[in-house]
């Protein structure tokens, strides 16, 4: 079982979403072929799934029906187990002399997102987290899950069976 958050999610709904790394829909997507054919489930937890429908705006409902359509996918809430795991990792972060409990740059808020779906990803029982996020990496690698960014994604297999260049009329 893998996590995605929002910043690799939004690949699956918007072929325009930017991204400095090349082909990033492909990547995601054979991602996705890849983990489907292992029988793996794809975790979306439901701060992550909030994200996404921000960027949605009246595309929400649509995205919602690709999540529904794709037995892959899983959505996963912020529940009373994941409170208290949110809460403890803070906790601990804080002993270690993080004030806020994470990174000093971030906001308290993206703190906190951060870490609750980070805190799902453990619930759940996740091997490894998808993100773009340099924090919410950190914070599953903290918990003892792989970490990946869009970059480390590879990409699919080009066909082996190219097309033969023809001219459009017949040699005279």
């Known amino acids: 079982m893998v996590v995605f958050d929002a910043s690799i999610l939004l690949f699956v709904f918007d072929e325009n979403t930017p991204s400095s790394v090349p082909r990033a829909k492909e990547r995601v997507e054979y991602l996705i072929d890849q983990l489907s054919a292992a029988g793996e489930k794809i975790v979306i937890p439901t701060p992550a799934l909030s994200e996404c429908l921000v960027h949605a705006g009246p595309a929400g409902p649509d995205y919602l029906t690709i999540l529904g359509k794709q037995s892959c996918f899983r959505v996963a809430s912020f529940d009373e187990r994941a409170a208290v795991e949110a809460a403890v990792r803070t906790f601990q972060a804080r002993q270690r002399g993080q004030r806020k409990g994470g990174n000093p740059d971030a906001s308290k808020t993206k703190i906190k997102f951060d870490r609750q779906i980070a805190a799902v990803a453990a619930v759940e029982g996740a091997t490894a987290v998808y993100s773009d996020d340099s924090d919410l990496?950190?914070?599953?690698?903290?918990?003892?899950?792989?970490?990946?960014?869009?970059?480390?994604?590879?990409?699919?297999?080009?066909?082996?069976?190219?097309?033969?260049?023809?001219?459009?009329?017949?040699?005279?």
Do not use: N, T, V
């Open 137 to 172: 990496r950190e914070y599953a690698r903290e918990a003892g899950m792989d970490a990946y960014q869009l970059s480390d994604l590879p990409l699919p297999p080009e066909d082996p069976q190219k097309a033969l260049p023809f001219d459009a009329e017949p040699p005279q």
